[in-house]
């Protein structure tokens, strides 16, 4: 009995699911020797799967050779994130642009980076991040909270935007919310579960950004606590079944 009341408990504990601790995606981290066109020339937190680009810029697809599309894959262990790039609805090149001053900080009047922008003409190097008509998504590799986001201004700063300048974010990536950019701080708190994130240059005051960061919380680490709970019921079970074949 005393075994059973035990196991008892501990599914009861299973009502309080344990997450992970939170994870960084620090897409400013980012630097470039200067000396070659292969992810080894670059230093930081790197895609899987991205090529260099434009003036030591991280693609998804070969902007210079006229290539559009696909995207960049980000990964901390299991846990991945694609980015892909948009124009006008229209699949175009997401990039992870360098800055070699990037001093490790996520926010704050100090910081320094970029992040993950946008191109959606082939040879064009001076819109690298989201602007007029695109959009960049976000999608992880499962529902997960999400915290807060980086996001950083046309100077590799937080400190540049216009007074009041505004972006768009979205779920869903049809109903939108207005939000402004996050003046002398980049740091833009969220505090929702989503499996996709969008982001776009919209509303009243737009102005140019880059997504320097995103910080979410991997799955609870509930299904092996339940595996385990499962399996201390199965023993009580066995154990009382034992007990009255003996009686």
């Not at 020339?41 to 696909?70: A, M, R, W, Y």
């Not at 776009?200 to 299904?223: L, M, R, W």
Request: glycine share 12%; charged share 15%.
């Amino acid at each position: 009995m005393k075994i059973f009341i035990f196991a008892v408990m501990v599914l009861a504990s299973l009502a309080s699911p344990v997450f992970a601790a939170p994870v960084v995606f620090d897409f400013a981290n980012l630097k470039y020797d200067g000396s070659g066109t292969t992810l080894s020339d670059f230093t930081g937190f790197k895609p899987s799967d991205g090529v260099f680009c434009t003036v030591g810029d991280l693609c998804s697809s070969n902007v210079n050779n006229n290539i559009l599309g696909d995207d960049l894959t980000y990964g901390l262990g299991e846990f991945t994130v694609h980015a892909t790039g948009y124009y006008n609805g229209n699949r175009v090149a997401v990039v992870q642009d360098h800055d070699n001053g990037y001093n490790g900080l996520l926010f704050g009047p100090a910081a320094k980076g970029a992040g993950l922008g946008v191109y959606h003409e082939s040879g064009n190097n001076s819109d690298d991040n989201v602007t007029a008509g695109e959009m960049l998504k976000l999608s992880f590799n499962q529902v997960v909270p999400v915290t807060t986001i980086g996001l950083r201004a046309e100077g590799h700063n937080t400190t540049g935007w216009i007074t009041g300048a505004t972006f768009e974010y979205s779920l869903d990536g049809s109903t939108w919310t207005t939000a402004f950019l996050p003046d002398n701080s980049g740091m833009f708190n969220l505090n929702l579960s989503s499996q996709n994130l969008y982001f776009k240059y919209g509303g009243g005051n737009p102005d140019q950004f880059y997504v320097s960061s995103i910080t979410a919380i991997p799955e609870p680490e509930i299904y092996a606590m339940m595996l385990a709970g499962l399996g201390l019921m199965g023993f009580v079970a066995r154990r009382r079944r034992q007990k009255d074949v003996a009686a």
